[in-house]
């Protein structure tokens, strides 16, 4: 008997087990019956709260406050990626000092809050107004807005350190070799084989650090800088009426879900080739 003749012959797909309504699957429902409902009502309540003098009046406002952000975070972003770049490398770096010192930045910046190194960097210079004015730093740090900058630069810097150093380091080895053998210099090596391999592991990490830099950067209203919630307090403070925080809440989603989506086409474009 020839070893076809001995296969086991093909077997139908098992049945699937019925639906069973389990005490876990009860609360689940109901619990998602009650948000679902929740968000009927809350649609309902601001579709009767509706004012058209409002919305003509703080709209504009809004829109104001929601490039404030976009422009803090982007800048703040975009700064702390270059700064990220030697903090990365030091960490990395066969000098302890070097090491040591990249080491502290990432340890202090990301293991206290980000409130916290705001109001350190606006309120703890203005403390030394008279030493920064001999240097001539005070133009600067006097403007809330190039504080909150400063702030979210150098906490953002050391976030995506960290992602950097793990994304290079999760290159094998047999790259850096293989870069060698075909003769080329360290920096091409970092630059052509490296870099491109660890952005792509990296890729996921930095939108998740621009989503939570976008939510963070709603602490900046408490420093007078007129963002998108620097907008929506100064409306709640002259209507008093709550459903300008709802709205707030609403662009914070559209934004934090448009760059989720958008993120997400980029990865899938990115990453097509280790598609199987």
Same mark, same amino acid.
């Given at each position: 008997?020839?070893?076809?003749?001995?296969?086991?012959?093909?077997?139908?797909?098992?049945?699937?087990?019925?639906?069973?309504?389990?005490?876990?699957?009860?609360?689940?429902?109901?619990?998602?019956?009650?948000?679902?409902?929740?968000?009927?009502?809350?649609?309902?309540?601001?579709?009767?709260?509706?004012?058209?003098?409002?919305?003509t009046t703080y709209g504009p406002k809004f829109?104001?406050?929601?490039?404030?952000?976009?422009?803090?975070?982007?800048?703040?972003?975009?700064?702390?990626?270059?700064?990220? =770049?030697?903090?990365?490398?030091?960490?990395?770096?066969?000098?302890?000092?070097?090491?040591?010192?990249?080491?502290?930045?990432?340890?202090?910046?990301?293991?206290?809050?980000?409130?916290?190194?705001?109001?350190?960097?606006?309120?703890?210079?203005?403390?030394?107004?008279?030493?920064?004015?001999? =240097?001539?730093?005070?133009?600067?740090?006097?403007?809330?807005?190039?504080?909150?900058?400063?702030?979210?630069?150098?906490?953002?810097?050391?976030?995506?350190?960290?992602?950097?150093?793990?994304?290079?380091?999760?290159?094998?080895?047999?790259?850096?070799?293989?870069?060698?053998?075909?003769?080329?210099?360290?920096?091409?090596?970092?630059?052509?084989?490296?870099?491109?391999?660890?952005?792509?592991?990296?890729?996921?990490?930095?939108?998740?650090?621009?989503?939570?830099?976008?939510?963070?950067?709603?602490?900046?209203?408490?420093?007078? =800088?007129?963002?998108?919630?620097?907008?929506?307090?100064?409306?709640?403070?002259?209507?008093?009426?709550?459903?300008?925080?709802?709205?707030?809440?609403?662009?914070?989603? =559209?934004?934090?879900?448009?760059?989720?989506?958008?993120?997400?086409?980029?990865?899938?474009?990115?990453?097509?080739?280790?598609?199987?």
């Amino acid at each position: 008997m020839s070893a076809v003749e001995t296969l086991i012959a093909p077997q139908p797909a098992p049945p699937r087990e019925p639906f069973r309504w389990t005490p876990l699957r009860i609360l689940g429902a109901t619990l998602l019956s009650l948000w679902v409902l929740a968000g009927i009502a809350l649609a309902l309540w601001l579709v009767d709260a509706w004012d058209i003098e409002k919305v003509t009046t703080y709209g504009p406002k809004f829109l104001s406050g929601l490039g404030t952000t976009l422009t803090l975070v982007g800048i703040s972003i975009t700064l702390g990626a270059f700064l990220s =770049v030697p903090i990365a490398l030091g960490r990395m770096s066969s000098n302890r000092v070097l090491s040591w010192i990249s080491y502290g930045y990432v340890y202090f910046f990301r293991g206290t809050p980000l409130i916290a190194q705001l109001f350190l960097i606006y309120y703890g210079f203005g403390t030394f107004r008279d030493q920064l004015e001999a =240097v001539g730093l005070w133009v600067f740090f006097r403007d809330a807005w190039n504080c909150a900058l400063f702030a979210f630069t150098l906490n953002t810097a050391a976030y995506q350190a960290e992602i950097l150093r793990g994304a290079i380091e999760s290159v094998t080895r047999g790259q850096h070799e293989g870069a060698a053998a075909l003769g080329l210099t360290p920096f091409q090596t970092f630059h052509r084989i490296i870099l491109p391999q660890a952005m792509i592991v990296a890729l996921r990490p930095y939108g998740n650090e621009i989503i939570l830099m976008i939510k963070g950067s709603a602490i900046v209203a408490i420093v007078t =800088v007129f963002d998108l919630m620097g907008e929506t307090r100064r409306a709640y403070s002259r209507t008093f009426d709550f459903q300008t925080y709802i709205w707030a809440a609403v662009f914070y989603l =559209v934004i934090v879900e448009t760059l989720r989506n958008i993120w997400e086409k980029l990865e899938q474009r990115l990453t097509r080739h280790l598609k199987r």
